[in-house]
Each structure stands twice: as C-alpha cells, then as structure tokens.
C-alpha cells in the first residue's frame, strides 16, 4: 500500500458501541494496526476523571501523546492504522489535531447506537465497563457535535451484530 492511500481512522463513541470489536475486526480482517487510546491516556488517568474540568490540561497532554503514537506507527508501517478511543473530552480539538497532521488520510467514524443498546452491550461485555452515567453523558456530548463532525460520520449500530456493521461501513478496508 502506498503511503498516500493509507488512512488513519478515529473509530470513537460511548462505551459499549462496538468501537473495540470493529478494531479488531479491521485487524483481522484488513491488516490495521490498532491503537489504544484508552490504555495511553492511562499513563495520565490511572484512576479514570478525564471528563473532570479540573483535567483538561491533563486531557490535552494525553490526547498529544496519542497523536504522537498515531504519527509514529503510521510513518513506520505500511498499514492503515485504526485509533479506538472514547475520547472523553475535547472532542472537537482532538479531531482538528489529527486532521492538522494527516488531511484527507484521516477518517473519522462515531459509532452511536441507541443508549438502550449500549447500557445492555456496556453490561454484557466481560471487560470493564462504562455504566450508564458515562454512556448519557458521552452520548449528549456527541450528539452536540454531531453537525460539526459530519452526521455521515454517525454510525447507528442497534441491532446490529459486529459482522454486520463491519460489512456495511467497513468492508471497503478489506485486502484485495
């Protein structure tokens, strides 16, 4: 793959939206090399409060520090990379960082079920989870950027099962 046709993608959204199944799916299935978001910012959050006002400071440094990672392993790889990352803040300032540094190589992709869908997905999973104060909060601070970062961008998973919602929005990833 060329450098220039590789892309970055933002795969983001509230716990229990699938955002950690279809990385691994674009893994798997596409060769993607996935970051972490949620485990780097760790480094600044062990004890999670990134939504915390007090922590924006905090939150820009670990929101740099993805980027840097991002850069590093794009230029280095001859992959695509996939960044899952709840984000938690800053969206908007998050979202001009990256498209500052990659252009039209970066994608970005909100995955947004129902909030009834995910508090039962968030519920399900084996992992840590969210709980349903994070998930509505998350939820309404994505819903007030939806315009700015493009409703095309919001994906609606209910009902879905991960197989399908890699088939409808990113099978076009898929080696050829």
Known sequence: MKNSEKKVLILTGPGGSGKTTIADLLIERCGFIKIDGDDLDTEFFPNGGQWFPENSEKLKQAQEKILTEVKKIFNNSENNVVLDYIILGNYLEFFEMFKKEFGNKLEIKVLFPTKAEMVKRDKER???????????????????????????????????????????????????
Do not use: M
Not at 144 to 161: L, S
């Open 126 to 176: 084996e992992c840590w989870t969210t709980g349903i104060n994070r998930i509505s909060a998350v939820c309404a601070e994505l819903e007030a950027i939806k315009n700015a970062v493009g409703k095309e961008n919001f994906i609606d998973t209910t009902g879905q099962t991960p197989a399908d919602t890699f088939e409808k929005y990113f099978n076009h990833y898929s080696r050829g």
